[in-house]
């Protein structure tokens, strides 16, 4: 396992409830820490929208942008963003 991106502190974290993170598993999968979000009527009818839904045994995690942008970031410098 590794951490793709920067640190929590790196990017400001300094409470031990307020840590997101993006961790890349030995086979190549992503865990992301992140908050549970609870979706609003708009959010859901958004999504629906855009073909997207949660399925069973799935969960909506809110990401900050600065630490999903620092994983992207990484991941684009390893040439493996967009990969695929």
């Known amino acids: 396992m590794r951490r793709i991106g920067s640190t929590p502190a ?24 992140g908050k549970l979000h609870l979706l609003t009527a708009p959010e859901a009818e958004r999504m629906n929208e855009l073909g997207a839904s949660i399925g069973e045994g799935e969960a909506l995690v809110l990401v900050p942008r600065d630490c999903l942008l620092a994983a992207a970031k990484q991941l684009a410098g390893e040439g493996v963003a967009g990969a695929g």
């Open 10 to 33: 790196e990017r400001g974290s300094v409470g031990a409830n307020n840590c997101p993170d993006v961790l890349e598993l030995d086979d190549g999968d992503f865990l992301v820490i």
